[in-house]
């Protein structure tokens, strides 16, 4: 089952630039997107979602942008700082008679000074 | 600012043994999951319960697993035989709403099974 997929296991960028940490999915009939950061030793954190009826949402320095069409999501951080490394997992809802999340299987995203 | 709790942190256990993991969801919430990681592997759905009942489960989440709420406030989950396959992290998550995707995770309880 690889209705989600991160094909980026990790990510490196400088502090100060941007990061974009990418998504894709299979099913279109998802309602909701979803970004989760993930500290080690610590549970998944909720950062950002996205309805798919919308094509971008903005959050302070986190941006998500859904491209349906290319079932493509993206996440950008920017500026990145050193406190954003961590693990960004992407999530996919689907609304209709379940409330389970799907998740990928993550990126690891360091942030060098 | 309100939190899941889980307990414990960590538990090592014999193959074929009964674990229980407990979690304090966030006390205003209705909907509760868990949720697990195998090492190396994507975070997977196992359950939600609402209501005072399973409103869903995986294909995981088979005869050996069960939930329970016992007081209002705990919420369990109980693996009967643990099997070496067990052994990963186990995420509970609370949400006041259904529908959203924006659950409220507990720092995990790690299973080893040996």
């Known amino acids: 089952d690889q209705q989600v997929k991160q094909n980026s296991p990790s990510l490196s960028v400088q502090e100060g630039r941007i990061s974009i940490l990418n998504c894709d999915y299979t099913?279109?009939?998802?309602?909701?997107f979803l970004w989760y950061k993930k500290y080690p030793a610590e549970g998944p954190t909720f950062l950002i979602s996205?309805?798919?009826?919308?094509d971008k949402n903005e959050d302070g320095r986190f941006t998500v942008f859904l491209n349906k069409s290319a079932k493509h999501l993206s996440l950008h951080i920017v500026p990145s700082q050193p406190g954003d490394s961590a693990v960004y997992f992407c999530?996919?809802?689907?609304?209709?008679?379940?409330?389970?999340?799907?998740f990928g299987t993550g990126t690891r995203l360091q942030v060098f000074p | 600012e309100p939190e899941v709790t889980q307990t414990p942190s960590h538990q090592v256990t014999q193959m074929g043994q009964e674990v229980i993991l407990r979690c304090v969801p966030i006390?205003?919430?209705?909907?509760f999951y868990w949720y697990r990681q195998i090492l190396g592997q994507k975070v997977e759905f196992l359950v939600s319960?609402?209501?005072?009942?399973?409103?869903?489960k995986s294909e995981i989440f088979d005869d050996q697993f069960s939930v329970e709420r016992p007081d209002g406030s705990n919420f369990t989950l109980k693996i009967r035989s643990t099997k070496l396959e067990d052994s990963a992290m186990y995420f509970c998550?609370?949400?006041?709403?259904?529908?959203?995707?924006?659950?409220?995770f507990g720092e995990g309880s790690r299973l080893t099974v040996l």
């Open positions: 998550a609370s949400s006041a709403g259904t529908n959203t995707g924006e659950l409220f």
């Open positions: 099913n279109s009939m998802f309602d909701y």
């Open positions: 996205i309805s798919s009826i919308k």
């Open positions: 999530a996919a809802l689907l609304t209709y008679n379940t409330d389970k999340l799907i």
């Open positions: 006390s205003n919430h209705l909907y």
């Open positions: 319960f609402y209501n005072n009942e399973i409103s869903e």
